[in-house]
């Protein structure tokens, strides 16, 4: 069984930046990785992944306001976050091979 733990959500206002990450209690390196977020009253929808090659896809929403980086020595997947918009606002969760993490609330508001 592995482990997801995330971290470094908080409370943000509308244009900041947040880095969350992801470590990992096995290794990453021959999987890919995915961030997600789930806003209240609504689906569980992919933010951006991450292949073991360190191929990168995203949401539209996202795209070119978000990064997807991994660092396999840690065993850590990472989502820099920034221009943060109130829609932004919901939990976000990691993925690898089917398995989640808790979650960490990112709230967007000024």
């Known amino acids: 069984q592995v482990h997801l733990v995330e971290s470094g959500g908080g409370l943000v206002q509308p244009g900041g930046s947040l880095r969350l990450s992801c470590a990992a209690s096995?290794?990453?390196?021959?999987?890919?990785m995915g961030w997600y977020r789930q806003a209240p009253g609504k689906q569980r929808e992919l933010v951006a992944r991450i292949s073991w090659a360190g191929i990168t896809d995203y949401a539209g929403s996202v795209k070119g306001r978000f990064t997807i980086a991994r660092d396999n020595g840690k065993n850590t997947v990472y989502l820099q976050m920034n221009s943060l918009k109130p829609e932004d606002s919901a939990v976000y969760y990691c993925?690898?091979?089917?398995?989640w993490g808790q979650g960490t609330q990112v709230p967007v508001s000024s």
């Open positions: 993925e690898m091979t089917n398995y």
């Open positions: 096995a290794s990453i390196q021959s999987n890919a």
